[in-house]
């Protein structure tokens, strides 16, 4: 499985629609077999979304995504876990040991995030969104 992670100043890029590279990571079975890091094409968050889908990516883990291109994502069978906060490289290890749904990776203002098969960040005005990987 090929996971990516937006990523800034080693930190979880604060908003996917403007991030600029992401960490990826070759996984399997808790493991990491390979990491790099990819650019990605400034400006079109849909081309980013592209370039991640092209390079084998299954699980995009992000801040904070607008409704457009979350909803293209899911559409093209990527699986998202967004409003993500913290480490890189500690939310890498957190995803892979199962304990990514502490409220310590959670975005500022995410209240409540349900893993199981996926996650959950209430916004405001109060709608769910359903994550899956």
């Not at 590279?21 to 390979?34: C, I, N, R, T």
């Not at 990605?40 to 699980?59: E, I, R, W």
């Not at 913290?86 to 893993?115: K, N, T």
Request: aromatic share 6%; net charge positive.
């Amino acid at each position: 499985m090929n996971v990516a992670l937006t990523v800034w100043n080693d930190r979880i890029s604060p908003v996917f629609d403007v991030s600029r590279k992401v960490m990826l990571a070759s996984v399997d079975q808790g493991s990491v077999l390979e990491q790099k890091e990819l650019e990605l094409p400034s400006g079109d968050p849909y081309g980013k979304l592209d370039t991640l889908l092209q390079a084998g990516v299954d699980l995009l883990i992000c801040g904070a995504i607008s409704r457009p291109v979350e909803g293209y994502a899911l559409s093209r069978g990527l699986g998202l876990i967004p409003f993500t906060a913290g480490e890189a490289g500690q939310i890498l290890s957190a995803y892979l040991d199962g304990s990514l749904q502490r409220p310590d990776f959670r975005m500022p203002g995410c209240r409540r995030r349900r893993f199981q098969g996926g996650g959950m960040c209430r916004r405001r005005g109060g709608g769910g969104r359903h994550l899956g990987h």
